[in-house]
């Protein structure tokens, strides 16, 4: 009876171990293997109501799709998106850095040809046209692009966005501007610049007055009438007369002009042909 009885406590111990058997379930691939697939977007931009359907390619890695391509060869990476999971059909959506989102269906490998985003930017990173072909839009000169070139240490044939493009142009706009003012202020400098000035008298009374004034690289020494002083600065005069004129004096480019009564004394091709002619003039 013993016997038996430890016979029958063997057989449930053995029983016992069979059933703590624990089966290991193998890990499974990744449904969609690293690489570039093809796939169906649903493009919607809420800025300005658009809504299409696209045939773009994707970049997968992990399960999870990394970048978006697009077709001028622009793309939206992980600068402008965070990858999303794939489920096991393909599909994941996903929101831009411009609250734009792309719901993806991938229905096969890489696409041969693939469409553009035509919806204002694309947000791709890529430059689209070439420096000179911007400068053509506002009819850049050879001089300018030159000057620009070597200024910035950039090429006619680099590509820049169409943001950089507009950029451009008001800066060359800006250069214009900049241009035109120099070349007038350099322009009435040439008509008469003063180079010193005496006066005799109080400021309101002034017995005598002279000035040396270079004009398109020649100086002339001028006498001055009336009693208010003269100032430094911009003016023009005749010159090929001792008569007395009307000349007008402004002490820069912006300042209001002042008239007064002035005639040619002298003149010579250096200012210190004059000056001791000018220190003696009114003593």
Not at 43 to 71: A, D, H, M, Q, W
Request: net charge negative; hydrophobic share 30%.
């Amino acid at each position: 009876m013993k016997y038996l009885y430890f016979l029958f406590l063997l057989l449930m111990v053995s029983c016992g171990e069979h059933d703590t058997t624990v089966d290991v379930e193998e890990p499974q691939a990744p449904k969609f293997p690293d690489g570039t697939y093809c796939a169906n977007v649903d493009y919607y931009n809420p800025s300005t109501g658009t809504k299409r359907t696209y045939t773009l390619n994707v970049e997968v890695e992990s399960n999870e799709v990394t970048t978006i391509l697009f077709g001028n060869g622009g793309y939206l990476d992980n600068s402008h998106i965070s990858p999303e999971t794939l489920s096991n059909g393909g599909y994941c959506s996903i929101t831009d850095d411009k609250n734009r989102t792309f719901d993806i269906s991938i229905n096969g490998s890489a696409c041969s040809s693939i469409d553009n985003i035509d919806d204002g930017e694309s947000g791709s990173e890529e430059k689209k046209i070439t420096l000179l072909q911007c400068a053509s839009i506002i009819n850049m000169t050879e001089q300018e692009m030159l000057e620009y070139e070597k200024e910035f240490n950039e090429s006619r044939n680099d590509l820049i966005t169409d943001d950089w493009c507009k950029k451009f142009m008001e800066f060359i706009e800006q250069s214009r501007e900049h241009k035109r003012k120099k070349e007038e202020m350099e322009r009435q400098m040439n008509e008469g610049y003063i180079q010193t000035l005496k006066s005799l008298g109080d400021d309101d009374n002034i017995s005598c007055q002279s000035m040396i004034v270079k004009r398109y690289g020649q100086y002339y020494l001028l006498e001055v009438a009336g009693p208010r002083r003269a100032m430094m600065g911009l003016t023009s005069f005749t010159t090929g007369s001792s008569n007395w004129q009307n000349i007008y004096i402004k002490e820069s480019f912006d300042k209001t002009m002042y008239m007064y009564q002035a005639r040619v004394v002298d003149q010579a091709s250096s200012m210190s042909a004059l000056q001791n002619e000018m220190d003696n003039y009114c003593n």
